[in-house]
């Protein structure tokens, strides 16, 4: 009987062996299965270099920089020119012209040196700029009724802005003023006029250095290479559309015209 439970618990070890999936010797030499093999060691392991990251391409050779940047000189101020027709022309074509900038579009002063009336205004209005010429449109045909009231037309007077073109809302910071300022005495120099009608209130406080509301009605003396010019302001004949109750006030200024004529 005991041989047979021998063969009986031989028997149900292999059999469960079997199940577990073990149905061969992997050898006779003890396996050693605890002991931590040599390719496991981090002490064994083969030190390896890092992987050096590729040299960046050359950039093309029109984006080199071939020489050390050179710093921008400062710009010095516009040269006017002291005769009247290259004074007009550089008007016209110079970018050196303050306040050229603003637009391509120049609107150019009209009329001969010497006139007995001079008009001027800051900078052209839209439609000035829209049809090439200074006073256009609606309020054009008010400014000639203006100087028809006093006994004068366009003919009898030199038409200019100070600057050829209009700045971004009709206004200008104080770098540009300050360049403007120069070329407004450079100006009146050259076109020496019997007297002056200054037009729209940034023109009289350039000018005159007065408000418009302080200077309607008023003779003003101009100071001008140690004489003086009279001048006399009003609005803007554009203005003047959009506000008729000013036009009395223009009337006040423009009557002073005719004193002494």
């Known amino acids: 009987m005991g041989g047979r439970n021998s063969a009986l618990l031989a028997e149900s ?3 469960w062996w079997s199940l577990a999936g073990v149905e061969a010797l ?14 496991n060691d ?14 960046p391409a050359p950039l093309p050779a029109a984006l080199q920089r071939q020489s050390p940047p050179v710093e921008a000189k400062a710009k010095g101020p516009a040269v006017f020119p002291d005769e009247w ?31 007995p009336l001079m008009l001027l205004t800051a900078w052209p209005e839209i439609d000035d700029q ?12 008010l400014l000639d009724a203006m100087l028809r009231a006093i006994g004068m037309a366009r003919a009898d007077c030199y038409l200019a802005s100070l600057a050829v073109t209009r700045p971004p809302g009709g206004r200008c910071d104080d770098d540009a003023a300050a360049d403007l300022d120069r070329l407004l005495w450079h100006h009146l120099r050259l076109a020496r006029p019997g007297r002056l009608l200054l037009i729209g209130s ?11 509301a ?6 003003l003396d101009i100071n001008q290479d140690g004489g003086k010019m009279e001048a006399v302001a009003v609005a803007s004949p554009a203005m003047l559309l959009a506000r008729p109750a000013q036009k009395a006030a223009a009337w006040d200024s423009l009557k002073l015209l005719n004193r002494g004529r």
């Open 13 to 15: 070890y292999h059999d």
């Open 26 to 39: 992997v050898g006779e030499a003890p396996a050693g299965w605890l002991a931590v093999p040599v390719a």
């Open 42 to 55: 981090a002490a064994a392991r083969p030190r390896v270099s890092p992987i050096a990251e590729p040299e």
């Open 85 to 115: 027709t290259a004074f007009q022309g550089w008007l016209a074509a110079s970018s050196d012209v303050p306040g050229s900038q603003w637009d391509a579009r120049r609107v150019l002063p009209v009329g001969n040196p010497g006139a």
């Open 130 to 141: 829209r049809d090439g010429e200074l006073f256009s449109g609606p309020a054009g045909n």
């Open 202 to 212: 940034d023109i009289v406080r350039m000018t005159a250095n007065t408000q418009l």
């Open 214 to 219: 302080e200077a309607r009605g008023k003779l």
